[in-house]
T-cell receptor
Framework: GENVEQHPSTLSVQEGDSAVIKCTYS??????FPWYKQELGKGPQLIID?????GEKKDQRIAVTLNKTAKHFSLHITETQPEDSAVYFC?????????FGIGTKLQVIP | DGGITQSPKYLFRKEGQNVTLSCEQN?????MYWYRQDPGQGLRLIYY???????QKGDIAEGYSVSREKKESFPLTVTSAQKNPTAFYLC??????????????FGDGTRLSIL
């Protein structure tokens, strides 16, 4: 089955700096990779996604890159703000299921 | 506004008791899912349903049961057979099931605790 590894598990950055979260997956059949943000006491919310026919996607301060050959994808947040503090999950989706990473707790220090 | 609603937000279970968590969506999505979230772990799939009147076991279905009698509703029952039910439970829905390359929309969860 699919295995998704996510690093780091915790990340602290100064406000205004960039944050990068990395995920690797094992199933080459995975073809859709969403990223979710979960605030305390809430459900995860989609922030950006990328499909396997695309190498990079950007939405304002958030970008995702995908390397299909190496089976890894990354989330980049630039100019971080305190409201970016949350837990971020990556996921890999195939025909059979979606597998989530264990999450990264991001803390943005004002 | 379209969305997915879980209730209650907090739930307490006594020993030997079954409890039911509610999940309702008005997004007209075909697929619905239940996940369990424990500290330091990712989301683990309990059950999923790709269409009304059909559902499949996920990775950790033991001690849980579901029904899908209506498109918009997918309740989860935590039975007394689930010996470690304390967790945060998340319901999600998507336009189609796996392979459709569509995101899942999540509710805000139900936190279940043992009395």
């Amino acid at each position: 089955g699919e295995n998704v590894e996510q690093h780091p598990s915790t990340l602290s950055v100064q406000e205004g700096d960039s944050a990068v979260i990395k995920c690797t997956y094992s199933d080459s059949a995975s073809n859709y990779f969403p990223w979710y943000k979960q605030e305390l006491g809430k459900g995860p919310q989609l922030i950006i996604d990328i499909r396997s026919n695309v190498g990079e996607k950007k939405d304002q301060r958030i970008a995702v890159t995908l390397n299909k050959t190496a089976k890894h994808f990354s989330l980049h947040i630039t100019e971080t703000q305190p409201e970016d503090s949350a837990v971020y999950f990556c996921a890999a989706t195939s025909e059979q299921k979606v597998t989530f990473g264990i999450g990264t707790k991001l803390q943005v220090i004002p | 506004d379209g969305g997915i609603t879980q209730s209650p937000k907090y739930l307490f279970r006594k020993e030997g008791q079954n409890v039911t968590l509610s999940c309702e969506q008005n997004l007209n999505h075909d697929a619905m899912y239940w996940y369990r979230q424990d500290p330091g772990q990712g989301l683990r799939l309990i059950y999923y349903s790709q269409i009304v009147n059909d559902f499949q076991k996920g990775d950790i279905a033991e001690g849980y049961s579901v029904s899908r009698e209506k498109k918009e509703s997918f309740p989860l029952t935590v039975t007394s057979a689930q010996k470690n039910p304390t967790a945060f439970y998340l319901c999600a829905s998507s336009i189609g099931a796996w392979g459709t390359n569509q995101p899942q929309h999540f509710g805000d969860g139900t936190r279940l605790s043992i009395l």
